[in-house]
């Protein structure tokens, strides 16, 4: 099985709903992370979690929420999307901030 | 935050050995030099990670010269597989800063 795993794979929806993307890890790891990639681009920090009590915003947190509900759980939400937020999301872990990472295999998200 | 620079893109062929600079004129004395492999639509992958001189892995090496201003991603004999996005990424092992994904530089192997 996965040490990263994020759910779902691919969405669909449509300007204004409310999404959630969900990020579990097997791999015991305190830090965990939320990324998104634009096509063609890099990957630009959401949020990143110290651990269940520690969240931080990165880069690009405007639009954005997290929910770190366990230790191997975090959580993404769009409050209310648009279609400037399509993109490829990643979640990644570290056992320490800013050591090897381990990412997920990505959602795609597609907002109309 | 110590600002890394890579070359867009570069084509190799296979078996040749590829050599992809970053440079990172800022860096501090406390920062490692962090690399990762990203294939089309997955994640980013771990290759490789140093402070100075040379590190070597089953995968690739990393040198990094004295001033530690630059430091370069070697792959030897590169094969069609290699063909992804290689990312540079410069920070302390407790810092923000080596959470942040530049463009990052393309590598196409051709036959």
């Known amino acids: 099985d996965a040490d990263v795993t994020q759910t779902p794979r691919n969405r669909i929806t449509k300007t204004g709903k409310r999404i959630m993307l969900e990020c579990s890890q097997t791999k015991g790891h305190d830090r965990m992370y939320w990324y998104r990639q634009d096509p063609g681009l890099g990957l630009q920090l959401i949020y990143y979690?110290?651990?269940?009590?520690?969240?931080n915003k990165g880069e690009i947190s405007d639009g954005y929420s997290v929910s770190r509900q366990a230790q191997a759980k975090f959580s993404l939400s769009l409050e209310s999307a648009i279609p400037n937020q399509t993109a490829l999301y990643f979640c990644?872990?570290?056992?320490?901030?800013?050591?090897?990472?381990?990412f997920g295999p990505g959602t795609r998200l597609t907002v109309l | 935050l110590a600002k890394t620079t890579q070359p867009i893109s570069m084509d190799s062929y296979e078996g040749q050995e590829v050599n992809i600079t970053c440079s990172h004129n800022?860096?501090?004395?406390?920062?490692?030099i962090t690399w990762y492999q990203q294939f089309p639509s997955q994640g980013p992958r771990f290759i490789i990670q140093g402070y100075k001189t040379k590190v070597t892995n089953e995968v690739a090496s990393l040198f990094i010269p004295a001033d530690r201003k630059s430091s370069t991603l070697s792959l030897p004999r590169v094969s069609l597989s290699d063909t992804a996005v290689y990312y540079c990424?410069?920070?302390?092992?407790?810092?923000?800063?080596?959470?942040?994904f530049g463009a990052g530089t393309r590598l196409a192997v051709h036959p």
């Open positions: 990424l410069v920070g302390d092992r407790g810092g923000y800063n080596k959470l942040i």
């Open positions: 979690s110290f651990d269940v009590k520690d969240i």
């Open positions: 800022n860096i501090a004395t406390n920062d490692y």
């Open positions: 990644a872990t570290s056992e320490r901030l800013a050591d090897e990472q381990f």
